[in-house]
């Protein structure tokens, strides 16, 4: 593959990984703007299903037919689809009661929580100049947090536990990513997310545990209603966004090298402080600035870094080649 070859799929990608952020941007604030009338597992539910609706319609023919919802690791896809959910579902209740800004900052230690799981779990080396990034992306985290202070809110912990299932997610997504296309994996998260909501929502779908003065409890357990008229166009537009971005953030990673499309990701930074001034009225405090300079400036150093360890591990291959 030539090096002009390499630059347009790389620009193709980053453009792939940009309308994802767009879409799960969208989502993000259509939950948010829900969060206060309908409960969770109710938007899952609904979102899921607009969602594979679409996806039968529009993308299974485009992907050749039913053949591309067949699997050899129905387990591992069960398992990633779990991940993705819970992921999910604390993203959502941290949104419920944070800035929105705060919690996508918050969600933003995940490429810091994928580099220690890659020491972990594959078996990576990471030098001191990446373990530091690691150090002062958590940092920013307590910046944010405030922990041992009157400011600090439960809810806040939420986002972090769903950067570290998105990282376990993506630890997953290496090891089926060869042989499982972007489709297939689309459809079994869709319909881990049908199975998940379906189980909560018999479960505590009634309302008897709803009550609570928090707006992470209330949002988990208030009883399901029938959608008002008026938010069915936000629910339809949940369902298409969610399957649309989970389809192109999987093709943006498919064509472009990771390290240069992911620092597009976080284009949902400014987005999401953009959301928080013009729908919900909130703008980031100068401590929660700190903290998002932290988390970003460390991410995009650990991006930058990999980069160029894989320029590096590039050229001794080609000069042992020769």
């Known amino acids: 593959m030539t090096t002009a070859t390499v630059q347009r799929t790389n620009l193709i990608g ?15 604030v259509g939950i948010k703007f ?3 009338t309908y409960a969770l597992h109710q938007i899952v539910f609904i979102r899921a299903c607009v969602a594979l609706t679409a996806f039968f319609c529009c993308v299974v023919p485009l992907a050749g037919g039913l053949g591309v919802l067949r699997t050899r690791r129905p387990l591992v ?5 779990l991940c993705v959910v ?14 929105i800004a705060d919690a996508t900052a918050i969600f933003f230690v995940s490429p810091l929580v ?17 373990w530091s990034a690691i150090a002062v992306g958590f940092a920013g985290v307590l910046v944010i947090v405030k922990p041992g202070t009157a400011a600090f809110q439960l809810a806040s912990l939420l986002p972090i536990g769903a950067a570290f299932l998105y990282a376990t997610l993506h630890m997953l997504t290496r090891k089926i990513g060869g042989t499982e296309s972007a489709p297939t994996m689309a459809f079994y998260i869709q319909l881990t997310f049908i199975i998940a909501s379906t189980v909560i929502g018999l479960g505590v779908g009634d309302g008897r545990f709803s009550g609570s003065a928090h707006p992470s409890m209330d949002f988990l357990f208030r009883a ?13 537009l949940l369902g298409v966004s969610g399957m649309l971005g989970g389809l192109f953030i999987s093709q943006a990673y498919r064509l472009s090298e990771a390290a240069f499309a992911a620092p597009f990701e976080y284009v949902a930074m400014p987005l999401a402080i953009m959301w928080g001034v013009v729908v919900f009225g909130t703008f980031p405090d100068a401590t929660a600035w700190i903290g998002i300079a932290l988390i ?27």
């Open 14 to 28: 980053a453009a792939y990984a940009v309308a994802a952020v767009l879409c799960f941007s969208i989502n993000d």
């Open 34 to 36: 829900l969060s206060d």
């Open 77 to 81: 896809h069960f398992i990633r689809g």
């Open 86 to 99: 819970s992921a999910n579902m604390c993203l959502f209740l941290g949104l419920a009661a944070l800035p």
């Open 114 to 130: 994928i580099t220690m799981f890659s020491v972990i779990f594959l078996k990576e080396t990471v030098g001191i100049r990446r």
């Open 224 to 236: 399901w209603t029938w959608p008002a008229f008026v938010d069915y166009p936000i629910l339809l």
């Open 296 to 322: 970003v400036g460390s991410g995009l150093y650990l991006l930058w870094r990999e980069s160029v360890n894989d320029e590096t591990m590039t050229a001794k291959t080609a000069r042992y080649r020769r």
